[in-house]
């Protein structure tokens, strides 16, 4: 038999909770009480999903699946400093109802996109978090293993949170249990190897931080720029002139060691003023907002050699970019771009109507 219905206290309760994680107030339950219209339920549950906590309850969830967290972990626990920025951006796309395939599209590809405004360019900048953050061995000394791990990590977050399957193990053989062959690990690995999210892989490696200031920002730190060169350009004036009078008054043909001890007690004193307002100005300077994400890489990896029992140091045959082939439709081949890594084809093709995965996955 079925359950019997709840009443509307209970149901307040169940609904709160469900959509913005955290209990009704005493004057929300008192109010849907009092209202007896057949409306009453329907109102209670568009506030709640108007509600800027709904973003914050179910963003929480995606960011689980993309691994979110504040530091790196692992040997190098540093501290992802603009990171907090991908999880606004998440929280925001769920209160502003994203649809689902912009929200795909702009966390693997959001650089390569077309954009309309400089505020659009940043929003999806920052969605590229997803790629970037995770854990990454910073401080592996053998390098080419460090980037084939960081993209062993991005694989195996593309295939759980879009396809609901686990690609990373076919880095090494076979995959077991679905359909995924060594040959398709690497065709998506070539995809991301054209992708750059390190800036430096020297120890300690350096990820990728683009920058995602305002015109406004960018504007005031332009001037701040100016201001503090005609600052240095002025000290590095007064100098030379101190000298010239030096030089002049005791008739030197050369520059003591330390020209300065010798200058007049008021030359001293203006000049130790202008280093002392130029160091304060320097503490002042604005700051640049940058986020966490990745960019196309200069060297674009066409294909990309199997690593035998996913070594590097033992190469097979040639793997051209390339999709799984046990998801592709019929007839629709994905063809990738010869200057661009084909992260953005890759993401229409995973966000695509026909994908026979993706939305299922997401439901």
Request: hydrophobic share 40%.
């Amino acid at each position: 038999a079925f359950a019997p219905p709840a009443d509307k206290r209970t149901l307040i309760r169940r609904a709160t909770f469900d959509l913005i994680g955290l209990p009704p107030t005493p004057a929300e339950i008192a109010a849907f009480l009092a209202d007896d219209s057949p409306e009453a339920f329907s109102r209670v549950v568009e506030r709640l999903l108007n509600s800027p906590r709904y973003g914050e309850r179910w963003g929480r969830h995606w960011l689980d699946v993309a691994r979110y967290a504040d530091s790196n972990g692992l040997d190098e626990n540093v501290a992802h400093g603009n990171a907090w920025r991908y999880r606004d951006y998440v929280i925001a796309a769920f209160n502003k109802d994203k649809p689902y395939d912009q929200f795909v599209i702009e966390q693997i590809a959001g650089d390569l996109l077309a954009s309309k405004s400089p505020e659009q360019k940043n929003e999806r900048l920052t969605a590229l978090g997803f790629l970037c953050i995770g854990p990454k061995l910073l401080a592996e000394p053998d390098k080419v293993k460090l980037e084939m791990d960081l993209i062993d990590e991005q694989i195996d977050t593309l295939g759980r949170a879009f396809m609901g399957m686990t690609l990373g193990c076919a880095r090494c053989h076979e995959h077991k249990f679905d359909p995924i062959p060594t040959e398709d690990y690497y065709a998506l690995a070539a995809i991301l190897k054209s992708t750059r999210t390190m800036d430096d892989l020297k120890t300690i490696a350096k990820w990728h931080e683009p920058v995602v200031a305002t015109p406004a920002e960018l504007e005031a730190k332009a001037a701040y720029d100016a201001r503090i060169a005609t600052r240095k350009t002025a000290i590095s004036n007064f100098v030379a002139e101190a000298n010239k009078v030096l030089l002049a008054e005791k008739k030197l043909t050369a520059l003591p060691k330390n020209p300065e001890s010798q200058y007049p007690t008021n030359t001293v004193a203006a000049l130790i003023k202008m280093r002392d307002t130029l160091a304060t100005e320097e503490k002042g300077a604005p700051e640049i907002a940058s986020t966490m994400g990745v960019t196309d890489s200069t060297n674009i990896v066409k294909a990309l050699a199997v690593h035998i029992r996913g070594s590097h140091l033992k190469l097979g045959a040639a793997i051209p970019r390339g999709v799984p082939q046990v998801m592709t439709v019929a007839n629709r081949r994905v063809e990738f771009p010869e200057r661009s890594s084909g992260r953005l084809e890759f993401a229409r093709w995973l966000a695509s109507a026909e994908h026979p995965l993706t939305a299922r996955v997401m439901v």
